[in-house]
Nanobody, 122 residues
Framework: QVQLVESGGGLVQAGGSLRLSCAAS????????MGWFRQAPGKEREFVAV????????VVANSAKDRFTISRDNAKNTVYLQMNSLKPEDTAVYYC???????????????WGQGTQVTVSS
């Protein structure tokens, strides 16, 4: 089992920044690819970014490219999502997830955190 706990969400004005963190415990963190997803009210959970086990490979959703950066620190068992130039449409609950596979499909992830709310005001 892998336990994931997100933090860093909050209320920010449009154009502002937030950094989300996801701390992992349980099994060896570096054995897992890590993804960030988000879900707005009434919408399906959508892919934001994924990073490979070593951090060498990254994929970011088109909606987040040039604004969001995913990174990880395997020594700290933590994955991060740096979000800049935030827009009201970025408002959602953000989740981190872990899996052995490298995928943008939320259905492919075995382990999920509880989520952290991000609200961007206009």
């Amino acid at each position: 089992q892998v336990q994931l706990v997100e933090s860093g969400g909050g209320l920010v004005q449009a154009g502002g920044s937030l950094r989300l963190s996801c701390a992992a415990s349980g099994r060896t963190f570096s054995n897992y690819n890590m993804g960030w997803f988000r879900q707005a009210p009434g919408k399906e959970r959508e892919f934001v970014a994924v990073i490979s086990k070593s951090g060498a490979r990254v994929v970011v959703a088109n909606s987040a490219k040039d604004r969001f950066t995913i990174s990880r620190d395997n020594a700290k068992n933590t994955v991060y999502l740096q979000m800049n130039s935030l827009k009201p449409e970025d408002t959602a609950v953000y989740y981190c997830a872990a899996d052995n596979s490298f995928t943008t499909n939320p259905g492919g992830y075995d382990y999920w955190g509880q989520g952290t709310q991000v609200t961007v005001s206009s």
